[in-house]
């Protein structure tokens, strides 16, 4: 079982930034991927970002890449997702989640969910 808690959610102005965090406890070793997804009203829940938790590498959507960074700090289980040069289009529900497959994009692969962080960009 791995338990994750996301925090840093909040309003801001197009061209901002946020960070969000997600705090993992529980059984992490054996997660593989820790994952950031987003849900818009009325749409399907989407891939953000993801991070290899052993070697570190990182994933994006094109929809973010050059503008997102996921990152972690093995110390204290915790990943980060550094939103820069923010859009509308990326107001969302953010989700943190942890999976031990490796289907890193794909949202049903992941079996531990956080409750997530609202998001809202004003134009």
């Known amino acids: 079982q791995v338990h994750v808690v996301e925090s840093g959610g909040g309003l801001v102005q197009a061209g901002g930034s946020l960070r969000l965090s997600c705090a993992a406890s529980?059984?992490?070793?054996?997660?593989?991927?820790m994952g950031w997804f987003r849900q818009a009203p009325g749409k399907e829940r989407e891939f953000v970002a993801a991070?290899?938790?052993?070697?570190?590498?990182?994933y994006y959507a094109d929809s973010v890449k050059g503008r997102f960074t996921i990152s972690r700090d093995s110390a204290k289980d915790t990943v980060y997702l550094q939103m820069n040069s923010l859009k509308p289009e990326d107001t969302a529900v953010y989700y943190c989640?942890?999976?031990?497959?490796?289907?890193?994009?794909?949202?049903?692969?992941?079996?531990?969910w956080g409750q997530g962080t609202q998001v809202a960009v004003s134009s």
């Open positions: 991070i290899n938790w052993s070697g570190g590498n990182t």
């Open positions: 529980g059984r992490t070793f054996s997660t593989n991927f």
């Open positions: 989640a942890a999976t031990r497959n490796y289907n890193y994009n794909y949202a049903p692969a992941y079996g531990y």
